[in-house]
């Protein structure tokens, strides 16, 4: 383990142009559960009523859609950022980390300090709420407000389109400008870091191939098998946020020599 933490440290030490791509290993660290898990929010939800179909066509399906994202937001509103957060902002201050590319939707890489133009989210964000017709956005706690006080489909004040957490849901097509861009610039990286994601869902299973593809170096921190094994230089199994934050202690103290 100690060798693969310096032999990360010192590919880092040499790229330049550095993508990091995140999922939800990195936050159930923080203590937000993965929804999708058995027992999870989403167990206790009809899977139909998270469809954005059934959510434009009915109100019924809307409100309980609010009532399931309510209990999500609940349990990640006030968690904090781990160590792997913390080292990945490490890397955007030292001038390493060309874009961060992120399944997360609990907005915890800004909370560590990562800014709004090193971040790519492919699922969006759970921290805003959007008008689908006229796209104004919200804060989400203003929206929640709202819902505490029995408003339980809000529509927008501006235009009185629907409302609706600014992340991707099932039958919702994923951001194009955040997925050409995550492309892009996994296409031109030297060094693609997968943090916390089994990279089994399309797009995220692509881009570490399409990085090593073009010559840049394959680094895999994650707790338990993936889909891009057979391709990664290296593999550091185990805690993520653990891990990511001892490569970074590593490259601190090797940069400082
Ligand atoms: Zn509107």
């Keep these: 383990m100690e060798d693969k933490i310096r032999e990360v440290a010192q590919l880092i030490m040499g790229s330049k142009r550095i993508v990091v791509f995140v999922g939800a290993g990195l936050s159930t660290e923080s203590g937000i559960p993965d929804f999708r898990s058995p027992g999870g929010v989403w167990d206790k939800y009809d899977p139909e009523d998270f469809y954005f179909q059934n959510f434009l066509s009915n109100g019924s399906s809307r409100k309980k859609y609010w009532q399931m994202a309510t209990e999500m937001y609940d349990a990640m509103k006030d968690a904090k950022p781990n160590t792997g957060h913390l080292a990945i902002a490490e ?19 800004f909370k560590a300090g990562n800014s709004e ?3 790519l989210e492919l699922h969006g964000t759970a921290m805003h709420v959007a008008c689908l017709s006229c796209q104004k956005r919200f804060d989400r706690d203003a ?4 819902i505490a006080k029995g408003d339980r489909d809000p529509a927008c004040d501006s235009c009185g389109g629907l409302l609706k957490p600014a992340t991707i849901s099932f039958g919702q097509s994923m951001p194009e400008r955040e997925t050409a861009e995550a ?22 299973a ?17 707790r338990d098998e993936t889909a891009c094994d057979d391709i990664a230089d ?3 199994s185990g805690q993520a946020g653990q891990i990511m934050g001892a490569i970074l202690e590593k490259v601190k103290t090797v940069a400082a020599v």
Excluded: W
């Design 91 to 109: 890397l955007e201050k030292l001038g390493k980390l060309d874009c961060l590319i992120t399944q997360n939707i609990d907005g915890l890489h």
């Design 117 to 119: 133009e090193n971040v």
């Design 143 to 146: 929206i929640q407000e709202r």
């Design 183 to 204: 492309y892009k610039r996994s296409a031109a990286c030297d060094l693609f870091i997968v943090i916390g994601s089994s990279l089994v869902v399309h797009p995220a």
């Design 206 to 222: 692509q881009m570490p191939v399409v990085a090593k593809r073009s010559g840049a170096k394959l680094v895999i921190v994650n």
């Design 234 to 236: 290296i593999i550091v």
